[in-house]
Nanobody, 124 residues
Framework: RVRLRESGGGSAQTGGSLRLSCAVS????????MGWFRQRPGKGREQIGD???????MYADSVSGRFAISQDNNNNILYLEMNKLKPEDTAMYYC??????????????????WGQGTQVTVSS
């Protein structure tokens, strides 16, 4: 069974930075897509970006140039580096995994495994 566990959430001021981690355990396929999502209060789940086993990256326009996704394949950890934070980045952040390349994965509903989420709060 695959398990995902996020950490690193917390509070930051506008313009600050945070780094989220997502530890992956269990039996994972060599083919995968890992995504970061967030859910703001009263809103639906928004995909921030994703990365596949070849390191191909995709970012949403809302975070492009400010957030960066990376992975440590030796330790099975996915990272989300968040810079130039804004109050509108306040949300619960989730990592997710699916056993297909990212180009074959649609939105949040296509991801099979999810972490429990970590809260990020950005104050002005």
């Amino acid at each position: 069974r695959v398990r995902l566990r996020e950490s690193g959430g917390g509070s930051a001021q506008t313009g600050g930075s945070l780094r989220l981690s997502c530890a992956v355990s269990g039996d994972t396929d060599t083919t995968y897509c890992m995504g970061w999502f967030r859910q703001r209060p009263g809103k639906g789940r928004e995909q921030i970006g994703d990365i596949d086993m070849d390191g191909n990256l995709m970012y949403a326009d809302s975070v492009s140039g400010r957030f960066a996704i990376s992975q440590d394949n030796n330790n099975n950890i996915l990272y989300l580096e968040m810079n130039k934070l804004k109050p509108e980045d306040t949300a619960m952040y989730y990592c997710a995994l699916d056993s297909f390349v990212c180009a074959a994965v649609g939105g949040a509903g296509d991801f099979e495994y999810w972490g429990q989420g970590t809260q990020v709060t950005v104050s002005s």
